[in-house]
């Protein structure tokens, strides 16, 4: 297979300023199919700004995003949902609606746009990702119901309920005690080994990174500076992904 096919996700030359802050600046990256691609940079460098761009909720000010092949920068509503009907997002905070209750909540997408599906079927759906995630007898309560971490474990039934060929997951393990989210770094190789989804998972958690990941990337002034398997992260010499996964802060800070 040539690496061209091989790519499910490329983008090139991404720029994106917001609030007059260049966040994105001429950013390129591929994702190989089937693959689990961790992203990792400090704390507003625009790892959750790229998730965004590739799952269709920001439009890049210039440069080209190919899902499969498709440019999605340039693609009407009808076509980008059909687009993003195939991606899963977990967000950062869990994002679910406060009105409505857990089964609507992961079921969102199928209740909107998989109504054939009816809805008994859905709601099957739903309990088969909650139980995935560890969660069991919660849909029919409120979000405001959950404690912090099944609210982003329901996050996450709610990307898996639309069965994705690509997830992207914002910071899944964070605020999860230590049990919960190795679960969750089980279940992010789990998918890939079993139904051979592409992720993206952008972490602070360098045990995770390590555990989960085929490749790491580092964004750092609005580019990928650096890319490589776990082995060769920690064997890099680069001042600033030394500096970033060690997370020590003595000497000349290279940013
Ligand atoms: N909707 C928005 N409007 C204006 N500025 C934004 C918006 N979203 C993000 N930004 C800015 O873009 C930059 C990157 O934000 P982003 O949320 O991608 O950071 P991050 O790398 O995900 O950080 P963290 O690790 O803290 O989650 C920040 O300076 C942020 O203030
Ligand atoms: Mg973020």
Do not use: C
């Not at 008994?120 to 409120?142: H, M, N």
């Amino acid at each position: 297979m040539s690496q061209k096919s091989d790519a499910i996700i490329e983008l090139s030359d991404v720029h994106k300023s917001l609030s007059q802050n260049k966040v994105l600046d001429g950013l390129d990256l591929t994702v190989r199919r089937g693959e689990n691609l961790v992203v990792i940079g400090r704390s507003g460098v625009g790892k959750s700004v790229l998730l965004k761009h590739i799952s269709g909720l920001m439009k890049p000010d210039k440069g080209r995003i190919h899902i499969e092949g498709t440019e999605i920068t340039h693609l009407d509503d009808t076509r980008l949902t059909k687009i993003q009907m195939k991606i899963g997002m977990v967000f950062q905070g869990a994002a679910l609606f406060d009105s409505l209750n857990i089964d609507e909540n992961v079921g969102f997408f199928l209740y909107r746009y998989r109504k054939e599906l009816g809805k008994e079927k859905i709601r099957k759906i739903v309990q088969d990702k909650l139980a995935l995630v560890g969660l069991y007898d919660v849909l029919d309560l409120k979000p405001a119901e959950l404690s912090g971490g099944m609210k982003k474990r329901a996050g996450l039934a709610r990307a898996l309920a639309i069965e994705p060929e690509i997830l992207l997951y914002d910071e899944p393990t964070t605020g999860l005690d230590p049990i919960t989210a190795d679960a969750i770094n089980d279940l992010m190789i789990e998918m890939k080994k079993r139904l051979s989804v592409t992720s993206i998972i952008v972490t602070h958690d360098m045990v995770s990174a390590y555990k989960v990941a085929d490749r790491i990337a580092m964004i750092y002034q609005g580019k990928i500076i650096f890319q490589g398997t776990p082995d060769q992260v920690k064997k890099t010499k680069d001042p600033f992904v030394h500096q970033f996964i060690t997370g020590k802060s003595e000497g000349p800070i290279p940013y």
